[in-house]
């Protein structure tokens, strides 16, 4: 009988879930299996029953789960069962503490480096339409067939804006602050803030002086580092427009959302702290004198909002509130987290547009709709509430609001892992809703038939978003089955590193099977980049294709980008995955009263190790001094501690974490006037601001 194993090439980390598939021509259902270690059998087990996805196999095998997450110690083992009268073995299989940490993420990071884009002619761009130039040098390189630059593109759909630059100096922010342990571990120190730095600095460049964002850095995918235009383009054929103003969705959204993030980090590159802060602001602005929620869009190609303006807005009001502190920016999050939880199905998808016919599914960034409502959650969570006594019958709005993205999350996650029927699908690759041919359906790859008229590949950031989403809210909202969010999660890296019908690692440098060079520019092909990957082989995405452009209809060899090509957000994605995975400074959310997403905790270690936020000792002493505009605040025996500012109207102004012996609160920024301060702990003080 033929028998195939299929894992991950990598290996496995020790204390989270771990599974491979067995391919067999034989009926395993019910055999015996042992995995052994130096010779010795330390696990053993009987294979279930065994599933064929429509079009995936020729009929004649079937796929068999093999779930080994009990073996938890490191080294190194084989997988052995008897099938037609031989015994099958598999390859060795290796189990790590932080397995993926060490052998994934110095690559991963390292192709960010190599993917800087340094075109001379970028400092130069034709703004398209006109004879004026302007430098917007840096950032990194689109693909490896592209060495443009974008904020975002495949506008003209309107449904399928992808994230790209922006999201990558969010998602190497992200991990600066969240794993700088693996960082530093990984790659020289301070790698990922130094990237982030970069990346920020393109952004200021791409802000225009009326204070829109040029979406794109474009030359038609020429081999020369020449005409260049900030532009837009569509089809095919790359046809270039003078529509280059991002909207929130275009690539706006997270660019403002970036920059905010990037000005915490204490340091700056080519512009310092204070400019990002001040380009993320500008552009906010401006977006929103151009933008109404969930209404007219004046630089969106149809004119009208749609979800990805909804979760790109949130992510840059959420990032500019926590940056300021202002209440401006927490009242416009508080809007969109509201509107982005409205598009909430019954059956717990999102729908993409305002009369909620076309469901929500996007090849790259179909996470990001839950992460930027956990980081929403993360704002509200560093605002100190003052209690509400209960003969008040007083309502926090943002108290309520958070408890209900809280349980819009919970409801999705849900959702994600049920449609994705795990006895039914044993590699656990992540199910979709889609429409296609005028249809809903569930699909694993999206269809080709899509908005874009040509723009279908492989979904390796959509998996790196949808690990994120789960890890990141299983761990903040306690999930009540997280184990299932765990193995959910670890699925999608697997696949991506091998657990795939084709044997194939994505990520050029781990395993001995990767992509092929894509032939169009073949120097930008780089170990730790992450290709496009396997795709539904039919017009309606049934089926599955691997780098075979004959089999998928087309007749041009260079169609095989679909399949070879890198892309950046595949590996900004993947960044995330490592992110919260080995997250060192989890932010782990307790509702004051009982809620539906806080409800369970963590009911195995298979789901990570939760670390929840430090009591506020009632013990403590505090000192609060204004001199100037600076509020200095400073404690005994200190801890992190909620504070926020109340105007006279009880409107909070301002808000933030303190969590040295010695803290200083800029209230330059603050109209004159008498406030209320609130420090987690302690009695409010009024002071005034002159």
Not at 239 to 251: F, H, I, L, P, V
Not at 328 to 348: C, N, P, Q, V
Not at 411 to 420: A, C, E, G, N, R
Request: net charge negative; proline share 3%.
């Amino acid at each position: 009988a033929a028998v195939t194993f299929h894992y991950n090439v990598a290996g496995y980390d020790s204390n989270l879930p771990k599974a491979l598939v067995v391919e067999s021509s034989d009926n395993l259902n019910g055999a015996s299996y042992s995995i052994k270690k130096d010779g010795a059998t330390v696990a053993s087990g009987t294979f279930g029953v065994g599933s064929i996805p429509t079009g995936w196999t020729n009929g004649f095998t079937v796929y068999y789960n093999l779930d080994f997450s009990q073996v938890k110690t490191p080294g190194s083992y084989i997988v052995e069962f008897e099938s037609g009268g031989n015994t099958a073995i598999s390859n060795t299989i290796t189990v790590a503490d932080k397995n993926l940490a060490s052998k994934t993420l110095g690559l991963v990071l390292n192709y960010f480096r190599l993917d800087r884009n340094t075109m001379t002619g970028h400092k130069s761009a034709t703004i398209y339409g006109s004879s004026q130039k302007k430098d917007v040098h840096g950032g990194w390189s689109d693909a490896s067939g592209d060495y443009g630059t974008y904020l975002s593109h495949l506008s003209y759909a309107n449904y399928m804006n992808p994230q790209q630059i922006p999201l990558t100096v969010w998602a190497l922010a992200y991990a600066n602050e969240h794993i700088p342990n693996a960082v530093s571990t990984a790659t020289s120190g301070g790698f990922a803030l130094d990237e982030a730095l970069w990346g920020a600095d393109f952004l200021v460049r791409m802000l225009s002086n009326d204070g829109y964002f040029y979406t794109t850095v474009f030359n038609g995918w020429s081999a020369s580092d020449g005409g260049w235009n900030l532009c837009a383009f569509s089809g095919s054929s790359g046809t270039m427009s003078s529509n280059y103003q991002a909207a929130y969705r275009e690539g706006g959204g997270m660019a403002i959302a970036a920059l905010a993030r990037a000005s915490t980090l204490g340091k700056g590159g080519d512009y310092t702290s204070d400019e990002y802060l001040a380009a993320a602001k500008t552009g906010f602005d401006h977006l929103e004198s151009k933008q109404t929620l969930g209404g007219d869009c004046a630089y969106c190609d149809d004119k009208k909002e749609n979800i990805i303006d909804d979760y790109t807005a949130l992510m840059a009001a959420t990032e500019l509130s926590i940056a300021t502190g202002l209440s401006k920016y927490m009242t416009a999050a508080r809007e969109r987290a509201e509107h982005l939880i409205d598009r909430l199905s019954d059956e717990g998808y999102f729908w993409s547009d305002n009369d909620k016919t076309r469901p929500f599914f996007h090849a790259s960034d179909a996470g990001l709709p839950v992460v930027a409502l956990l980081r929403y959650i993360e704002m509200e969570n560093n605002i100190a509430y003052e209690p509400c006594p209960p003969e008040a019958n007083c309502i926090n709005p943002g108290e309520v609001l958070m408890k209900k993205a809280a349980e819009a999350i919970k409801k999705h996650l849900d959702w994600m892992i049920s449609v994705t029927d795990r006895q039914n699908n044993h590699f656990g690759y992540a199910k979709q809703v889609v429409k296609t041919g005028g249809k809903i359906q569930t699909n694993f790859f999206i269809p080709h038939d899509n908005e874009t008229n040509y723009w279908w590949q492989g979904e390796s950031a959509r998996l790196g978003s949808l690990a994120s989403a789960a890890v990141y809210a299983s761990r903040m909202l306690s999930y009540t089955d997280s184990v299932k969010a765990f193995r959910y999660a670890a699925d999608q890296l697997d696949w991506l590193l091998g657990k795939n019908p084709f044997d194939l690692s994505v990520m050029k440098g781990v395993g001995t099977k990767n992509p092929p060079v894509y032939q169009s520019y073949s120097s930008t092909t780089f170990t730790g980049g992450i290709a496009n990957g396997i795709t539904g082989k039919n017009t309606d995405g049934s089926g599955i294709v691997w780098d075979d452009y004959y089999a998928a209809g087309f007749s041009e060899s260079w169609q095989t980008w679909r399949w070879e090509e890198q892309w950046l957000p595949h590996a900004t994605w993947y960044l995330m995955a490592l992110a919260t995975r080995y997250d060192e400074h989890p932010v782990k959310v307790v509702f004051p009263s009982s809620s539906s997403s806080g409800e369970g905790g963590s009911s195995s270690s298979d789901s990570g190790d939760v670390t929840p936020l430090p009591q506020v000792s009632g013990t403590a002493t505090m000192e609060m001094n204004l001199v100037g505009h600076d509020l200095q605040v400073s404690f005994v025996s200190p801890t992190r501690r909620k504070f926020h500012l109340m105007d006279v109207h009880g409107r909070v102004v301002m808000n933030t974490i303190l969590s040295n012996a010695s803290n200083t609160v800029q209230l330059s920024t603050l109209p004159k006037g008498i406030y209320l301060v609130h420090v987690q702990g302690f009695a409010p003080k009024k002071i005034v601001v002159k």
